[in-house]
């Protein structure tokens, strides 16, 4: 099966270019956007709920954490 121009120009272009910068072309990064799976919607609202929420339980933590401590050094008689 005969390759067509347009591959045969391609492979002449990159014959003597590193594979590391085959992509750094506006053909190569066209391909590489391509590629990429961008996230829908729906995912991108799913996830920036649950790092809200890991984030508000996360403050919570260190603000029990810190009442906690802050009580027990009161009880021993540091911070009067």
Do not use: H, N, Y
Request: include cysteine; aromatic fraction near 12%; proline fraction near 2%.
């Amino acid at each position: 099966m005969a390759k067509d121009k347009k591959t045969e120009v391609k492979e002449k272009e990159f014959k003597d270019v590193p594979i590391q910068l085959k992509w750094f072309t506006w053909e190569g990064i066209t391909t590489e956007i391509k590629r990429i799976r961008w996230i829908k919607p729906g995912e991108l609202v799913e996830s920036t709920g649950k790092v809200l929420l890991f984030c508000v339980l996360f403050g919570v933590f260190f603000v029990l954490c810190d009442l906690v401590i802050s009580k027990l050094l009161l009880m021993i008689g540091v911070g009067a």
